[in-house]
């Protein structure tokens, strides 16, 4: 009898064991995902990918996490920022990008458009896209969009065109709009890398405080 019991009791255990490993894993072994938390994506260029910096853990998104998590916001964050992106190649990489699900999407895209000098109804035309395919992945998801400028040799006509895609288009789409992403860093040499556009690390901290108020707004 007492060998019996403990026959049982191993097999349930390895009953549940199973379908635990089951619960974690498709029929291939790869990993499901299982972190319930709230998705937040930070989609944009070298930016937001941090570069130039010793790691990922120096860029505004890792500070951000950091600053959110004080604030007792435990969300997961997502840095899908991409060195050298435009807002065209955003939409080719969108789809895999919010493919885990979208709660929160954070936009910074159009600053190396603005230094090639993209046509000014293309860059808006793929922002509009971009929070359009978004919207469709979560109907219910909030959007920040984060404003940029472009630099003053493009000449004055395309310059104020440029800065005025972002301010028109939070308002056509009823989202929020950052300040912009550099503001307290641009044209500051000991802020910036050798090459006077990506922050140092010091300089992604400020970029950091810039952004924070406008995604903490967004998710609270």
């Known amino acids: ?27 291939a072994g790869k990993k499901i ?15 937001t990918a941090g570069m130039g910096l010793n790691g990922p853990e120096e860029s505004y998104v890792a500070l951000i996490d950091e600053k959110l998590k004080k604030d ?7 840095n899908a920022g991409l060195s050298g992106d435009t807002t065209s190649g955003g939409i080719t990489r969108l789809d895999w990008s919010i493919s885990k699900g979208v ?29 359009a395919r978004v919207r469709e992945k979560n109907p219910s998801v909030k959007i920040l969009l984060v404003r940029m400028l472009t630099f003053p040799n493009l000449g004055p ?24 992403l550099l503001e307290k860093v641009a044209g500051i040499k000991d802020l910036n890398q050798k090459d006077g556009i990506h922050p140092t690390a010091e300089g992604h901290k400020l970029v950091a405080e810039t952004l924070y108020p406008s995604v903490k707004k967004l998710v609270k």
């Open 72 to 78: 007792g916001l435990d969300l997961k964050v997502i």
């Open 103 to 131: 709660d929160y999407f954070v936009l910074e895209l159009g600053a190396n458009d603005g230094m090639r000098g993209i046509d000014i109804t293309l860059i808006e035309t793929n922002l509009k896209k971009i929070i």
């Open 157 to 180: 006509a395309y310059v104020k065109k440029f800065d005025s895609i972002y301010p028109r288009l939070a308002k056509e789409a009823n989202i929020p709009l950052s300040p912009f």
């Open 33 to 47: 995902e299982t972190d319930s938390r709230k998705k937040i994506i930070f989609f944009g260029d070298s930016l």
């Open 1 to 27: 009898m007492k060998n019996k019991i403990t026959y049982i009791l191993i097999f349930t255990l390895g009953f549940f064991s199973f379908c635990k490993s089951e619960s974690n894993e498709d029929k």
